[in-house]
């Protein structure tokens, strides 16, 4: 069983629509970071969390430490944020330093 | 202040030639970490390395992959007698101190012929 599972793997979406993408790890973790990769493109950081909730734009990310659970929403989603939503654990003891374990990524299209 | 910066950008080897993947944190970042993504496969840790010291290799093959990150200068993946087995996107990224926010680069494509 991976340590960082996402969920849906694929989802497909008309334009507007409200979308949620979940992220489960089953480590302790010291931080999670929400990424995006666009078809062979680099990889943009979205979002670093240790706790709570934050919020840029259309984008809106929220973790909860004791369920080990965190999330990722995009309101009124656009075509252009058709991409990869990559979520990544940094684990904790923090002697680990910056290495990140990640999941699998989910696939977002977004239809006009 | 320049992002991470990778060259090449896209790099085609033959079977047992030689890949060297390029690297240049961020300004001011002393911390670079390497990750492979093979195809259609998520992003895994390589190794992660501090100005001139290998901090954890635990994610480097055994044989043919070296990494450094000397003094001066980019850090460098590389790649002895590649195989096909090794066409994979690689990225770096580089962090300001431990446990502050990596940076990813655009990444190589490497493709091996």
């Known amino acids: 069983k991976n340590e960082v599972e996402q969920s849906p793997q694929n989802l497909t979406a008309q334009e507007g629509e409200f979308i949620t993408i979940n992220c489960s790890y089953s480590?302790?973790?010291?931080?999670l970071h929400w990424l995006q990769q666009h078809p062979g493109g680099g990889i943009v950081s979205l979002f670093m969390?240790?706790?709570g909730k934050k919020k840029h734009g259309r984008l809106i990310a929220t973790i909860n430490i004791q369920e080990k659970h965190s999330s990722l929403h995009i309101t009124a989603s656009h075509p252009r944020d058709s991409a990869v939503y990559i979520c990544?654990?940094?684990?904790?003891?923090?002697?680990?330093?910056?290495?990140?374990?990640f999941g699998e990524g989910t696939q977002l299209t977004v239809n006009p | 202040n320049a992002g991470v910066m990778q060259n090449p950008r896209h790099l085609v080897r033959r079977r047992g030639q030689e890949a060297r993947l390029r690297c240049s944190p961020m300004?001011?970042?002393?911390?670079v970490y390497w990750y492979r993504q093979l195809p259609e496969e998520g992003l895994k840790f390589m190794v992660y390395?501090?100005?001139?010291?290998?901090?954890?290799e635990s994610g480097m093959p055994k044989e043919r992959f070296s990494a450094e990150f000397p003094k001066e200068g980019p850090s460098i993946l590389r790649i002895q007698q590649v195989v096909r087995g090794d066409s994979a996107a690689y990225f770096c990224?580089?962090?300001?101190?431990?446990?502050?926010?990596?940076?990813f680069g655009q990444g190589t494509r490497l493709t091996v012929v």
């Open positions: 990224a580089s962090s300001f101190a431990l446990n502050t926010e990596a940076f």
């Open positions: 480590v302790g973790i010291s931080a």
């Open positions: 969390l240790s706790s």
């Open positions: 990544a654990v940094r684990r904790a003891p923090e002697t680990s330093g910056s290495r990140l374990t």
């Open positions: 300004k001011g970042h002393s911390h």
């Open positions: 390395l501090q100005k001139e010291n290998i901090i954890d």
